[in-house]
């Protein structure tokens, strides 16, 4: 499982909002070296900065954002309700990477299952939701594909529900900024999931993997994190700033030198233990 500590990049991506809110003339002038980034102003529609928008890239985790919006679209037609209780498949128990520890017949709730696909960035949750809503995991990835293409997403491809690595499922920032903008517009009643911090299941706590949520304060929503050996490390999240609200997806964030001892968000995110927000943003012109 990866755990990622939320401070640093907490800090970094309020760097980014800092940028985007008090100056958003900087954004061209603005290095990144996270190689794929977004930041969108959804209150506007406006675009404030872009790095590599559309260049195809391993989605890892930051695809759930697809899953729980097709699941969101399900429960509002009438199709599944959150009370619902789905069983959990052996296929959804061998499910690798991020799990919230479902065992094979367990029964839960739709609603606990989402909040394990957001808060935990389970996989196993992500099947089990996937064949509730469409029968198979198979159908409701066609779903998804069908969905991506109708909200304008036209650089991607799906193949599981969770985001597994394979080499027909990959998206872009600007899809994924696309699938985090529909979500949040289109289901603004279920934006709590996103705002959760910590969730339990079968007595195991896992706190939720996006730094955005570490301030209460600045109205977040941890959309989604991701990870892929390929890919690297990205985060999907928004705030409030200013009364607009800002959303920031960025992806294959860089990995310090020689520091295997701090955890792999850390790692990505510093120096020798010391916060390095050039890694995220190296200069400005």
């Known amino acids: 499982m990866i755990t990622m500590p939320r401070g640093r990049l907490l800090r970094v991506a309020f760097l980014l909002i800092l940028i985007a809110t008090t100056a958003p003339r900087l954004a061209a002038a603005v290095e990144s070296s996270a190689r794929q980034a ?18 195809r890239m391993p989605t890892g985790s930051l695809s759930k954002m697809m899953t729980a919006y097709l699941v969101f679209e399900a429960i509002k037609d009438g199709r599944i309700s959150r009370d619902k209780k789905l069983e959990a498949s052996v296929r959804a128990w061998k499910t690798g990477g991020s799990r919230m520890f479902l065992e094979p017949g367990d029964r839960v709730t739709v ?33 998804m594909n069908r969905t991506a293409a109708g909200l304008g997403m036209r650089n991607s491809r799906f193949a599981n529900a969770s985001g597994m690595p394979d080499p027909e499922h990959f998206s872009t920032v600007r899809d994924l900024t ?61 705030l ?46």
């Open 111 to 143: 609603d606990d299952l989402l909040r394990g696909l957001v808060v935990q960035a389970a996989n196993d949750a992500a099947v089990v939701l996937a064949e509730g809503v469409s029968g198979s995991e198979r159908d409701f990835v066609a779903e």
């Open 178 to 238: 696309i699938a985090a903008s529909a979500l949040m517009r289109r289901h603004p009643e279920f934006l709590a999931y996103f705002e959760e911090r910590s969730f339990t299941y079968a007595g195991i706590r896992q706190a939720s993997r996006n730094p955005l949520l570490s301030r209460a304060e600045a109205n977040a929503h941890g959309l989604s994190t991701g990870y892929t050996e390929a890919g690297g490390y990205g985060i999907a999240g928004s």
């Open 38 to 55: 977004v930041i969108f102003d959804l209150t506007t529609e406006t675009l404030l900065f872009e790095k590599a928008a559309d260049e």
């Open 240 to 285: 409030l700033r200013d009364g607009r609200r800002l959303l920031v997806v960025a992806n294959s964030l860089k990995v310090g030198k020689d520091v295997a001892e701090l955890e792999p968000f850390e790692r990505a995110l510093t120096v020798g233990g010391t916060l390095a927000a050039d890694l995220l943003f190296g200069s400005f012109e």
